[in-house]
Antibody
Framework: QLQLQESGPGLVKPSETLSLTCTVS??????????WGWIRQPPGKGLEWIGS???????YYNPSLKSRVTISVDTSKNQFSLKLSSVTAADTAVYYC??????????????????WGQGTLVTVSS | NFMLTQPHSVSESPGKTVTISCTRS????????VQWYQQRPGCAPTTVIY?????PSGVPDRFSGSIDSSSNSASLTISGLKTEDEADYYC??????????FGGGTKLTVL
């Protein structure tokens, strides 16, 4: 059974960089069939798509966050990571990592998130 | 980029049918699939509909999805409502550059 687990500091100071890692177990991050993504949810609010990465390093980012976001992948550790710079209180949220379908039966397209981590709350505060 | 607009909340009685809409502000659903996610309090979202109208294994056939090209909207319909269906529901799709967008979410109350 595939599992994803977010890890990283739960408290980040304003103007600093938020860094999270998602560890994938029960499957390979190097599979050609999937992208790997980050989604966040501020307390009491809706979901926001942050970005996705392929095992090759190809990325897609939310235009509204693109200037501050970097998503990277480490296939040797079966992990992918999120860095969000210059954070403010508005970046306080539960951050989820998830697997996204990319190719099915030889057909490739932006698909749905089929496995999610449990989420981790990151608070931005001094 | 485009927006996906959902009603803030809907409510219905057990056993009844409810439909949640998701309207795309620009572009077309014909160019990218719509997904629907269910999120119960304190939990990560789970998929109830993918590729407009497909159900993952384990999702009951009470859940169905559709697209209305004339109104550029997608709908999630839940029939035979159960109290366990009470949750937040989010639609999600992609733009022409494969960047994802979520709707604002709809709180379903089954009372």
């Amino acid at each position: 059974q595939l599992q994803l687990q977010e890890s990283g500091p739960g408290l980040v100071k304003p103007s600093e960089t938020l860094s999270l890692t998602c560890t994938v177990s029960g499957g390979s991050i190097s599979s050609s069939s999937y992208y790997w993504g980050w989604i966040r949810q501020p307390p009491g609010k809706g979901l926001e798509w942050i970005g996705s990465i392929y095992y090759s390093g190809s990325t897609y980012y939310n235009p509204s966050l693109k200037s501050r976001v970097t998503i990277s992948v480490d296939t040797s550790k079966n992990q992918f990571s999120l860095k969000l710079s210059s954070v403010t209180a508005a970046d306080t949220a539960v951050y989820y990592c998830a697997r996204r379908i990319y190719c099915t039966n030889g057909v490739c397209y932006p698909g749905y998130f089929d496995y999610w981590g449990q989420g981790t709350l990151v608070t931005v505060s001094s | 980029n485009f927006m996906l607009t959902q009603p803030h909340s809907v409510s219905e009685s057990p056993g009844k049918t409810v439909t949640i809409s998701c309207t795309r502000s620009s572009g077309s659903f014909a160019s990218n699939y719509v997904q629907w996610y269910q999120q119960r309090p304190g939990c990560a979202p789970t998929t109830v509909i993918y590729e407009d109208n497909q159900r993952p294994s384990g999702v009951p056939d009470r859940f169905s999805g559709s697209i209305d090209s004339s109104s550029n909207s997608a709908s999630l319909t839940i029939s035979g409502l159960k109290t366990e269906d009470e949750a937040d529901y989010y639609c999600q799709s992609y733009d022409s550059s494969n960047r994802g967008v979520f709707g604002g979410g709809t709180k379903l109350t089954v009372l």
